[in-house]
């Protein structure tokens, strides 16, 4: 099968798109609006591109044309967010916090989960989340409806039991993380690791 973008199948884009460039990791992400209050909302349109600095790119597409998801509105504002990554034990919860609250309430409140603040930036981070990336907004690109954030990892926060402190290694039975796949609900267990050697 063949699909034309540039023409007639752009209507089910989201749908073949999201569908099939699975598994995903998904941005937890938590920012603060002007007077200070929490938002807490999901992205899989989300990536690590870069170490060197450490870059992070989450694409918050537009509720209508010009009019953005708090989230893009509040790093806008603030310049500052977290990515908080979920696992197995906190996915109910990451979900929970896609509903459309009003802006200044937060989604964390709805899921009783508590923030910490962080060292670095304003917007605190997931308390519970195993790992969560304080980031600095590079830039937003504005392409049609969808808004790429570009963001700088300033600090890095890992729950213990996670890496190994010497070698760094992740234990994958203490961490669980999951990826978004196809569906309006289908989400993947990350436990079925496997390797292979590279070329020289
Ligand atoms: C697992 C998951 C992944 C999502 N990924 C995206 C995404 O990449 N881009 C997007 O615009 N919305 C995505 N959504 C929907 C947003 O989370 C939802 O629109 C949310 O209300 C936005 O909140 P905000 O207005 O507080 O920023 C996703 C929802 C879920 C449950």
């Known amino acids: 099968m063949e699909f034309d973008f540039e023409d007639k199948d752009l209507p089910q884009a989201y749908k073949l798109l999201a569908g099939l460039v699975t598994p995903r990791p998904i941005a937890w992400i938590t920012t603060v609006d002007a007077d200070g209050n929490v938002n807490a909302a999901p992205f ?6 870069g170490s060197r600095p450490p870059i992070i ?52 409140a709805t899921v009783n989960l ?13 308390a519970s989340a195993p790992v ?11 392409i049609g409806r969808n808004r790429l954030v570009i963001g700088v990892v300033k600090r890095l926060h890992v729950q213990d039991g996670i890496l190994d402190p010497e ?6 039975d203490a961490y669980r ?11 993947t267990k990350t436990r079925e690791f496997f390797t292979i050697a590279r070329p020289d």
């Open 44 to 49: 899989s349109f989300f990536n690590v591109f």
């Open 177 to 187: 993380p999951i990826g978004r796949m196809h569906g309006p609900d289908g989400y």
């Open 114 to 126: 508590e923030t910490a603040p962080s060292a670095t930036i304003r917007a605190p981070r997931i």
């Open 167 to 172: 070698s760094l290694h992740v234990n994958l």
């Open 57 to 108: 790119g989450v694409a918050p597409g537009d509720r209508a044309p010009g009019i953005p998801k708090d989230t893009a509105r509040n790093i806008r504002r603030t310049g500052c967010f977290v990515v908080n990554l979920a696992n197995e034990a906190l996915a109910e919860a990451m979900v929970a916090c896609a509903a459309s609250l009003p802006s200044g309430e937060s989604e964390l």
């Open 132 to 142: 969560s990336l304080e980031c600095t907004e590079w830039s937003t690109l504005e």
